[in-house]
């Protein structure tokens, strides 16, 4: 393979989604997660040296999402336009019921990995 010549797609690849069709994603991912929860809140998560700017939504239950946004007035514009509070997650810091959802995933993660590994013992 040359220096400068480019590798041939895998078959079955697809092209990364364009700018614009990534942001019609990411609001339509939102709109829908807004839909199907009770009591979400956006907080806008900054730039750090290992991630992009990005905005988090968190339902009542605890259950999050998060994606890139491109800066902080479009993190504003997408959830002040779904109609739901928004924070900047430096000044508010992380809702407990977060922190919560994310230790009841991890849970029943480790109960299904230990039911698992018992039924392939029993078998």
């Known amino acids: 393979m040359g220096l400068f010549t480019r590798r041939k797609r895998a078959p079955g690849a697809t092209a990364a989604p364009s700018p614009r069709e990534a942001q019609t994603a990411t ?70 019921r977060m922190r919560d959802w994310n230790s009841r995933q991890s849970i029943l993660a480790k109960r299904e990995r230990l039911a698992r590994m018992r039924g392939l013992q029993d078998s």
């Open 27 to 96: 609001r339509a991912h939102f709109r829908e997660f807004v839909r199907t929860r009770v009591g979400v809140e956006a907080f806008i998560e900054p730039v750090t040296s290992s991630t992009p700017m990005t905005l988090v939504l968190i339902a009542t239950s605890g259950e999050w999402t998060r994606r890139r946004v491109p800066d902080g007035k479009t993190a504003t514009e997408i959830a002040r336009s779904m109609g739901i509070p928004v924070y900047d997650v430096h000044r508010t810091g992380y809702p407990q």
